[in-house]
């Protein structure tokens, strides 16, 4: 049995009308887990993407296939449709293109998805009266931490150095200042959640802790040739559903109040680490990673910071349940449930 019920406690304070939710990007990764989430707490969730569910994350969020509207976030038109049939009060934007290196080899491509998708999204929150809008942005939209963590009134935009995370990390930057545009003067409630590299049954961006997870327990030996230096602070995906949950109930409004909140484990954990602990909780498992980094790498890990989470404690009483160890016991769990399924 998986672990969703126990790990929903944030959010049991919610209205007694039964909120109205869609989730864009909602057959996604991230998405899945935030519908499951939701849907727990009691919400009517719809969601709306391009794709279909996959396998495992319709074994993971069960009511997703057919709570799911099919449309581009680029068309306003088919968007504008989805938000007039449901009548959300509530969108959380969770569609997005992910990643550095793609980022580079379609810059286009990422804004018109990242940038102006979610303008889409303003638009439709604008034209049908949705009082809140939840942003999943990321870590990335803030330019680079100015200490020893990455707080969110940390520079979020240099006038002599591009973002370091490149197209993906200005997209989601951009987003942010729009979000904060259509909350000051088009008067939604707009909540932006910064979230750190996030890990799970189901992850599509392996982050080195995927193939070392689901090959262990496959028998199958994983080999890095680079990258065990390379640390993230990564957070479990269900301590991601967990804060969105939260941010959807937050009914904050007092003036000079952040809409911008870092959703993180609040730690750096590298690959090599991950490889540990792995083999400790799989004997046998077979893992060869090695300590150089690729020069992307080397400049990446310079603005590697842990998040501060202090913000999404004090507003929404939200705090981390997973730390890696328990995180990776958790995704081997329900990696093994799964192919015995």
Not at 101 to 116: A, H, I, K, R
Request: with cysteine.
């Amino acid at each position: 049995m998986r672990k969703h019920d126990a790990l929903i406690s944030d959010c049991d304070n919610h209205e007694e009308r039964i909120l109205k939710i869609l989730v864009t990007g909602g057959a996604g990764f991230l998405g899945a887990y935030i519908f499951d989430a939701l849907t727990r707490a009691g919400s009517e969730v719809h969601a709306y993407d391009r794709a279909q569910v996959p396998a495992d994350l319709a074994w993971v969020a069960k009511g997703l296939p057919d709570a799911l509207i099919h449309g581009e976030i680029a068309d306003f038109a088919s968007l504008s449709s989805a938000c007039s049939s449901v009548r959300p009060d509530v969108i959380v934007h969770a569609a997005a293109r992910v990643g550095f290196e793609p980022s580079l080899e379609d810059p286009s491509g990422f804004y018109q998805t990242n940038v102006m998708g979610f303008v889409n999204v303003c638009e439709v929150a604008r034209a049908f009266g949705v009082r809140k809008v939840v942003l999943i942005s990321s870590n990335t939209a803030c330019h680079a931490g100015v200490g020893p963590v990455q707080k969110e009134t940390d520079p979020a935009f240099s006038i002599v150095r591009a973002n370091p995370s490149a197209h993906y990390g200005t997209s989601k930057m951009i987003s942010e200042a729009i979000g904060m545009s259509y909350g000051q003067f088009h008067g939604i409630d707009f909540r932006a959640l910064r979230v750190a590299a996030v890990y799970g049954f189901g992850m599509r961006t392996p982050l080195y802790i995927k193939p070392m997870i689901e090959n262990a327990v496959d028998g199958l030996k994983t080999t890095f040739a680079t990258g065990g230096r390379m640390k993230r602070d990564l957070t479990h995906v269900l301590d991601v559903g967990r804060a969105v949950a939260a941010a959807v109930h937050f009914d904050g409004t007092q003036p000079g109040q952040s809409r911008v909140i870092n959703i993180a484990a609040g730690n750096l954990v590298s690959p090599a680490e991950i490889a540990r602990i792995v083999r400790d909780m799989v004997p046998g498992a077979e893992i060869d990673i090695g300590d150089t980094l690729t020069p992307l790498e080397e400049e990446n890990l310079k603005s590697r910071v842990p998040l501060d989470i202090g913000m999404a404690k004090n507003l929404l009483g939200w705090a981390p349940q997973f730390q890696i160890e328990r995180g990776i016991a958790e995704y081997l769990e329900t990696y093994r449930n799964y192919r015995e399924s």
